[in-house]
């Protein structure tokens, strides 16, 4: 994990004695996060655990009870949406697509933010369009209708629709819960490429502790609503502290080919479950 | 541009065409059809009288085929293309707006209120009227407005507004002014079968005085649409991803609803509760031109004008010399081509 640290002088987010609540349940308590430029950051923990809603408080979609979230050192609930759209861009959990936009007018939602009321799109939201669409290999989906995507080329373009925002954030909440391990490495893949290429500040909640562990430079272990451990994958993905936090047993092993930590389950260790 | 993309501008271009004319066709039937057929010469010629008095002065002949064409027939044609497009536009933003196929124009309690109104005005005989318009476009105007403010309000929570509580609100506080409604039409001495007409829906004998009230109403909420259209497609992808592309969620929702309303009641309050419009053409121009709301808008105000002018042509035509109530042809025109494209193509929503 040699990897040029960011410079923690210029942190991209911060959250500063971050508490949060849905109608009276406390979820997040006194979280302190600071994540610099360029940084490749997963999220991880339990169910419940503050995962998504420590996203939705970075977006700016979720007030915070007390406590903020500073983007670029401006308070983030003082932004306004279209200039908060245009520095981050969020990936959610869910996509609905019960209207059959095509790929296209999919992604270029993403210009939005971009764009005046009544004002037809640019040469330049052309181009950041078609760019999101190639980096994230959808271009010969272009034409295809929304509703007629697998799932893993419709996360794809959700991503796409993120990066023609040209944000400088990107915040997703568990972009791979659903897909296929051939799709989760594609994705996996895409954030790390977007993140070393364009130095993309990437934030990433997952359940999937050894996608984290390889793709990602940094790791923050939530665990009811506090950050249980915050460092690079061999400071987090530890034994003792994942079974502290997930209340399970579980084995971490060095991966031989990357020396990053894994995990390994095995149904003996859980037999006492039965 | 693909192939694809520009194929698809094509057939929205091409659907638009096609409505223009149909409306236009539907347009001179309306002219030419009643109880006193108007051969399409005679209509031209009087037309163009009455062209060259609006522009240049000249003096109108005063024959009865000018009385028929141009004070009766025309302005009814006018209000049918209004109340039309003021449905269809508001059902579908109302569609959009709560992701619900079945939403209409009506949905806020729209309907109900006009009716209380118009029952109110009908039944106790009341007697205003302000620069000309009579007690029952304006009753039934305030109660639509009245009770969709009465909706909104309820369903305020914590400065926001959830569409899941709006509806359900406008449910159960129309069932309620429904039920006050009717106690007034029961306990009432008036003669039913007015009311229950008005409550179907007709343009029957109205005048120039209504599409100058409906007209401007019509124009002031399709410019809000339109303006609108494309906070309204990313409205569709849900609250949080239209916050987190960029997109004021409240303050959109709050002028998105507004419009409707205001297209809903105007329409309401000249041609009375003309059901199916509002429902049946936003769905019948998604699929005809796909969901992108800046072509679907325009779209489906064509249409809806084209159903409603379509009508009323044959509410005159069917038991002439009387004539239908116009929901009763809307719905029996419309259910059926909806119910045809909805087996014929893959919809856009998901089952």
């Known amino acids: 994990m040699s990897q040029p640290q960011p410079d923690p002088e210029a942190p991209v987010l911060r959250a500063e ?3 949060a609540a849905y109608d009276g349940t406390q979820v997040l308590c006194d979280v302190n996060l600071s994540v610099g430029v360029g940084a490749m950051l997963g999220i991880i923990g339990p169910n419940g655990s503050g995962k998504s809603t420590l996203l939705r408080c970075f977006a700016g979609t979720l007030k915070p009870t007390a406590g903020r979230v500073l983007l670029f050192d401006t308070d983030v609930a003082t932004i ?5 759209a245009r520095l981050v861009a969020v990936v959610p959990q869910h996509t609905t697509t019960s209207f059959a936009f095509t790929v296209w007018d999919t992604v270029a939602m993403g210009r939005h933010a971009h764009l005046g009321l009544m004002q037809a799109l640019t040469e330049r939201d052309i181009r950041a369009v078609s760019s999101a669409l190639e980096q994230t290999d959808c271009i010969h989906l272009a034409d295809r209708l929304i509703t007629e995507l697998s799932g893993g080329e419709l996360q794809r373009v959700i991503i796409a629709r993120a990066l023609a925002q040209e944000p400088q954030v990107l915040l997703l909440d568990e972009p791979t819960s659903h897909l296929d391990i051939n799709h989760q490495l594609d994705i996996a893949a895409l954030l790390g490429a977007l993140n070393a290429d364009r130095r993309l500040t990437v934030l990433w909640v997952t359940h999937d502790l050894n996608l984290a562990s390889e793709f990602c430079e940094r790791i923050v272990l939530l665990s009811n609503g506090h950050v249980a451990a915050d460092g690079d994958p061999l400071e987090v993905i530890t034994q003792r502290q994942l ?6 047993e579980l084995t971490v092993m060095t991966n ?4 990053r930590p894994q995990v390994v389950i095995t149904a003996s260790k859980n037999e006492a479950r039965r | 541009m693909s192939n694809n993309l520009r194929k698809q501008r094509y057939r929205q271009t091409a659907v638009l065409l096609a409505l223009v004319i149909v409306l236009a066709v539907g347009c001179d039937l309306a002219l030419i059809i009643g109880p006193s057929h108007q051969p399409l010469a005679v209509v031209s010629r009087v037309l163009g009288d009455g062209l060259r008095h609006l522009l240049l002065g000249e003096p109108l002949p005063q024959t009865s085929a000018h009385t028929i064409v141009l004070d009766i027939r025309l302005p009814r044609l006018f209000l049918a293309c209004i109340v039309g497009a003021c449905l269809a536009l508001a059902g579908a933003i109302m569609q959009a707006l709560f992701q619900n196929p079945m939403a209409d124009p009506y949905i806020l309690g729209i309907s109900s209120g006009a009716a209380l109104g118009a029952v109110v005005a009908m039944m106790l005989g009341i007697q205003v009227a302000i620069a ?4 029952v476009p304006l009753l039934s105007f305030s109660g ?7 909706v909104y309000i309820l369903s305020q929570r914590g400065g926001h507004i959830h569409t899941a509580t709006l509806l359900l609100t406008g449910i159960a506080l129309g069932s309620l002014v429904s039920a006050i409604t009717s106690f007034i039409m029961l306990t009432g001495e008036e003669d039913l079968q007015v009311v229950i007409s008005w409550l179907l829906g007709s343009i029957s004998g109205r005048r120039w005085l209504h599409v100058y009230v409906a007209a401007p109403q019509l124009l002031a909420g399709g410019v809000v649409a339109l303006v609108m259209a494309r906070p309204l497609n990313v409205l569709l992808l849900g609250d949080e991803t239209a916050m987190n592309l960029g997109v004021n969620v409240h ?3 709050r002028i998105l609803l507004a419009a409707a309303s205001l297209l809903a009641a105007a329409a309401v309050s000249v041609s009375g509760i003309i059901g199916f419009v509002g429902l049946i053409i936003p769905h019948i121009a998604r699929l005809l031109v796909g969901p992108d709301h800046r072509v679907l808008l325009p779209t489906s105000a064509l249409a809806g004008a084209v159903l409603v002018v379509l009508a009323d042509v044959l509410a005159r035509v069917v038991i002439a010399p009387a004539e239908l109530p116009i929901g009763i042809i809307t719905a029996i025109l419309g259910c059926p081509f909806f119910l ?6 893959s919809y856009g929503h998901t089952p």
Not at chain 1, 80 to 84: K, Y
Not at chain 2, 144 to 150: E, F, G, Q
Not at chain 2, 340 to 345: E, G, K, V
């Open chain 1, 17 to 19: 004695g971050l508490y």
């Open chain 1, 80 to 84: 306004p949406v279209r200039q908060r």
């Open chain 1, 243 to 248: 079974a502290a936090v997930y209340n399970t």
């Open chain 1, 256 to 259: 031989p080919l990357s020396g």
């Open chain 2, 132 to 135: 000309g318009l009579t007690a």
């Open chain 2, 144 to 150: 639509a407005l009245l009770i969709t403010a009465l």
């Open chain 2, 251 to 253: 303050s959109s929702k």
């Open chain 2, 340 to 345: 045809y494209l909805l087996h014929r193509q």
